[in-house]
């Protein structure tokens, strides 16, 4: 499955963006998709998940009522809406996909397929 992330950009503390993910390549709705960020030297951090009819989402507590994942199977596409960002939240997100038939994680092992990343950066 290929990915393609969009969305990205500037935004002031307190703001709110809303990336997306367009997948292709194969049936969107058998697999479990999620959000990771990787800040400038930091290691990628999980960001939220969520299950392949999109009834079970999972939030870092970094993100836990702020963000929201979701996801339209007939638009083959995944969503993260971020509302109240904050500067710590910058980095470049990327949008992953987990094998088909397979229970969303945490653990970025777990995905395989991966796109090229959107930068998101916060600031005043």
């Known amino acids: 499955v290929q990915l393609v992330e969009s969305g990205g950009g500037l935004v002031q503390p307190g703001g709110s963006l809303r990336l997306s993910c367009a997948a292709s390549?194969?049936?969107?709705?058998?697999?479990?998709m999620a959000w990771f960020r990787q800040a400038p030297g930091m290691e990628r951090e999980f960001v939220a998940s969520i299950s392949r009819g999109g009834g079970n989402t999972y939030y870092a507590d970094s993100v836990q009522g702020r963000f929201t994942i979701s996801r339209d199977n007939a638009k083959n596409t995944v969503y993260l809406q971020m509302n109240g960002v904050k500067p710590e939240d910058t980095g470049v997100y990327y949008c992953a996909a987990r094998g088909p038939f397979t229970m969303p994680t945490m653990s970025a092992k777990d995905y395989a397929y991966w796109g090229q990343g959107t930068q998101v950066t916060v600031s005043s």
């Open positions: 390549g194969r049936t969107f709705s058998y697999y479990a």
